[in-house]
T-cell receptor, first 111, second 116 residues
Framework: DVKVTQSSRYLVKRTGEKVFLECVQD?????MFWYRQDPGLGLRLIYF???????EKGDIPEGYSVSREKKERFSLILESASTNQTSMYLC??????????FGNGTRLTVT | AQSVAQPEDQVNVAEGNPLTVKCTYS??????LFWYVQYPNRGLQFLLK??????LVKGSYGFEAEFNKSQTSFHLKKPSALVSDSALYFC??????????????FGQGTTLQVKP
């Protein structure tokens, strides 16, 4: 079974802090994604990666960056956290032309 | 621009009754459509997909979806709802501009509440 693991379920950070959200998948998938989920807005794509060291902006990349140094790991970085980045963050992975597999999410609160 | 709409924020149905969760899409050409379910405090789980072929697609947990090209709809259905089906449901379409990466565009989600 595919496993996508997000390192933290809950995270509380202060405004201005640098925040790292980690995601690891164990199925050698080429593609990895970071979405944020907010009530009434569904899932919005922040960044995605289709190969090691490759990244593409999604619909809402402002305030975020990503890193993919190894195929199995895709990190989301908030350079300077702000309160409007309080949200549920979902990582997903997929092989080419196949459905996405999601992690359980990280609920981030920025105070 | 490609988009997906789920016109209902919440659907309420009694256990044992049929359920429908609505989804409409706007995509040029042939769409790749998906349904996902999210249980509380969990990530999304894949239910079913339509790529081509039969307009009625069967998926996990007894769910099915009907692709209707003329109405640009892909409604999720189940003949007999269970209380355990209560969850948040997302419709999604593949972003064709992203090639084979599998990038999806999601609707805003519909909460399904099944009452005993």
């Amino acid at each position: 079974d595919v496993k996508v693991t997000q390192s933290s379920r809950y995270l509380v950070k202060r405004t201005g802090e640098k925040v790292f959200l980690e995601c690891v998948q164990d199925m050698d998938h080429e593609n990895m994604f970071w979405y944020r989920q907010d009530p009434g807005l569904g899932l919005r794509l922040i960044y995605f990666s289709y190969d090691v060291k490759m990244k593409e902006k999604g619909d809402i990349p402002e305030g975020y960056s990503v890193s993919r140094e190894k195929k199995e790991r895709f990190s989301l970085i908030l350079e300077s956290a702000s309160t409007n980045q309080t949200s549920m963050y979902l990582c997903a992975s997929s092989p080419t032309n196949s459905p996405l597999h999601f992690g359980n999410g990280t609920r981030l609160t920025v105070t | 621009a490609q988009s997906v709409a789920q016109p209902e924020d919440q659907v309420n149905v009694a256990e044992g009754n049929p359920l429908t969760v609505k989804c409409t899409y706007s995509v040029s050409g042939n769409p790749y459509l998906f349904w996902y379910v999210q249980y509380p405090n969990r990530g999304l789980q894949f239910l079913l997909k339509y790529i081509t072929g039969d307009n009625l697609v069967k998926g996990s947990y007894g769910f099915e979806a009907e692709f209707n090209k003329s109405q640009t709809s892909f409604h999720l259905k189940k003949p007999s709802a269970l209380v355990s089906d209560s969850a948040l449901y997302f419709c999604a379409v593949r972003d064709k501009a992203a090639g084979n990466t599998g990038k999806l565009i999601f609707g805003q989600g519909t909460t399904l509440q099944v009452k005993p």
